[in-house]
């Protein structure tokens, strides 16, 4: 949370732990056995090969299966570190401070941390993303999209082979207003390349009838959002479709598994809208089991802001996660001073 000081101006930003902010970074040479560039942030260092991603930092290794890392990361860079902790896995993921962001091994992990085996540092967001989208560009083949379906798409193991910068580098949708509005986010469509997903043939694309009155024509608007929703080229990947002061709708479709744990810094709604969703709820800083949620369409769920999520879903299914957008939460909660569920009873 980034925040002026009244007496300066200057820009400040919320560091509970007083860490310096780490501003060294190394891309390598291409390997010549893979074709894949290695990486280095801080302390951490970033090597795929054709099946693992393999991270180490002093006196600490760990590794992923690429698919995994890759379907990530590729979140984590185009939420823009999103709210909160994204835990790629138990071990690995980063922690959002707007304008700065943690990158950990062990820091939610209650192995690591009783042990004191834990390692984090600090970053400048414009800085690290860079990076990480350097990353995910150099190590998704040509037939990988790692922002789709696993049925959806080619596989990403083997050595270097191409690029898919198309996918890589999509836009997430982030409506001012609403969708459909004059200016903003526009509907979706088969002419602008958006046709209608293979688990949604049965979904109606009529579009609901405005008839406003005369000089409100760009005031007044209405969108069907179960055909724009239809119309995802992408899985778990929430985008802003309406704006109403702080309060976001951010609806998607999921397919398969989130890729993944996301430990939010505020209240967060689910509003099921159809098919169903497990969902494994997690201790957000030590990764104990704690729930397990089961959403069929109608049902709704509150996720509190001290636990981590993950969901599983066997059949597309349409979301809607409704957000608060209030700036001033992410220092509420450094500081405490936040609600960590909506009613205490």
Request: charged share 25%.
């Amino acid at each position: 949370m980034a925040m002026k000081d009244n007496d300066t101006g200057d820009l400040k930003v919320a560091n509970p732990r007083g860490l310096p902010v780490v501003s060294d970074f190394e891309i390598g040479a291409i390997d010549n056995e893979t074709g894949y560039r290695s990486f280095r942030v801080g302390s951490f260092s970033f090597r795929r090969d054709e099946y693992f991603v393999r991270i180490s930092w002093p006196g600490g290794n760990h590794q992923m299966p690429i698919d995994a890392f890759l379907r990530a990361m590729m979140r984590d860079v185009a939420w823009g570190f999103f709210y909160g902790t994204v835990n790629f896995d138990g071990v690995f993921g980063t922690t959002n401070y707007y304008g700065e962001v943690e990158v950990f091994v062990g820091a939610m992990n209650d192995a690591y941390t009783s042990a004191g085996r834990e390692l984090i540092e600090r970053f400048r967001s414009e800085e690290l993303i860079d990076v990480f989208r350097q990353m995910v560009d150099d190590w998704t083949n040509e037939s990988y999209d790692p922002f789709a379906a696993p049925m959806e798409t080619g596989t990403p193991w083997g050595t270097k082979k191409g690029s898919n910068n198309e996918a890589v580098s999509r836009q997430r949708v982030t409506a001012q207003r609403m969708v459909g509005l004059a200016g903003d986010a526009p509907k979706r469509s088969d002419e602008t390349g958006y046709p209608v997903n293979r688990a949604f043939r049965d979904v109606g694309q009529d579009e609901p009838e405005v008839h406003a009155e005369p000089g409100f024509e760009g005031e007044v608007a209405a969108f069907n959002l179960f055909a724009y929703l239809s119309r995802s080229d992408v899985t778990w990947n929430p985008s802003v479709c309406s704006v109403v002061r702080d309060s976001l709708f951010c609806p998607t479709t999921e397919e398969f598994i989130l890729p993944v744990e996301h430990g939010n810094d505020r209240v967060e709604w689910f509003l099921q809208l159809s098919d169903e969703i497990v969902w494994d709820v997690k201790d957000g800083k030590t990764g104990a089991p704690r729930a397990v949620v089961t959403m069929r369409a109608g049902d709704v769920a509150c996720m509190p802001a001290d636990i981590r999520h993950q969901g599983y879903s066997n059949k597309r299914a349409m979301l809607l996660v409704w957000e608060n957008g209030s700036p001033a939460i992410p220092e509420m909660v450094r500081s405490g001073t936040a609600p960590v569920v909506p009613v205490r009873w």
